[in-house]
């Protein structure tokens, strides 16, 4: 069954208003009513169309998008939460670890970390060993403190 133009133009629409308006918090009938057509109908086609669901969509957004504000310095994962549309810290925190394998702050220790091995790394070539026995990690007051143990490649 082929989708008509004016209405995928529609669904296209819808989409785009989930991610103008991702940081707030949105529901189907809000975004279906961007597409006037009905949230049953809307889901059915937006679902054809992206091959996820509208709040899988959003959702994996939001986590994109709160990914790029934890590599950042001086946010806490609180801020990022609630700037990304999350309502509670530890739903957050949960689908983080869910579509990452990772808790928030280890992801923001791992991205640190990267960022300090660059800065050490201008000329030579680095190889750094993600363990538990040469990273220890620290998050005190927003910040990253981190040991980095090179090895010559």
Do not use: W
Request: glycine share 2%.
């Amino acid at each position: 069954m082929l989708i008509q133009p004016d209405t995928y133009k529609r669904i296209v629409s819808a989409k785009i208003f989930m991610d103008n308006n991702f940081r707030e918090a949105i529901n189907l009938e809000q975004i279906s009513k961007q597409a006037y057509l009905s949230k049953f109908h809307f889901h059915r086609l937006f679902t054809r169309i992206y091959h996820t669901t509208p709040n899988a969509y959003l959702t994996a957004h939001r986590i994109r998008h709160a990914k790029i504000l934890l590599e950042k310095e001086g946010i806490s994962i609180q801020d990022v939460c609630n700037s990304v549309g999350f309502e509670s810290l530890a739903s957050f925190s949960l689908l983080f670890k869910k579509r990452n394998g990772y808790a928030p702050l280890y992801y923001r220790n791992l991205a640190c970390l990267k960022r300090n091995c660059r800065k050490n790394s201008r000329s030579a070539l680095f190889r750094f060993v993600l363990s538990n026995n040469l990273v220890r990690k620290k998050a005190r007051m927003n910040k990253c403190f981190v040991r980095c143990d090179f090895s010559f490649v």
